[in-house]
Nanobody, 116 residues
């Protein structure tokens, strides 16, 4: 059974940084592109960053230049380094396959709260 576990969230002040991690069971990240998604209160879930199996990356305009996605296939882990955080970054962050996330792969996510 494949499971994804997100970690690294927390409370941070505007301008601060956090590093999120997404660890998967089994052999999961060696083939598929992966993405980080977020869902803020009252908003739809959105894709914020993606990374291919070869390491190519893409970012949503709202986070470009501030977030960096990376992966360690040997550890079945995807990371999201977030800097210059803004209150509008507040959301629950999830990882999943990209471009077609699997419903059963959605985990509980990790809460990121940006507040003074």
């Amino acid at each position: 059974q494949v499971q994804l576990v997100e970690s690294g969230g927390g409370l941070v002040q505007p301008g601060g940084s956090l590093r999120l991690a997404c660890a998967a069971s089994g052999r999961f990240f060696g083939i598929s592109a992966m993405g980080w998604y977020r869902q803020a209160p009252g908003k739809q879930r959105e894709l914020v960053a993606r990374i291919t199996s070869g390491g190519s990356t893409n970012y949503a305009d709202s986070v470009k230049g501030r977030f960096t996605i990376s992966r360690d296939n040997a550890k079945n882990t995807v990371y999201l380094q977030m800097s210059s955080l803004k209150p509008e970054d507040t959301a629950v962050y999830y990882c999943n396959e990209q471009p077609t996330p699997l419903l059963s792969y959605w985990g509980q996510g990790t809460q990121v709260t940006v507040s003074p």
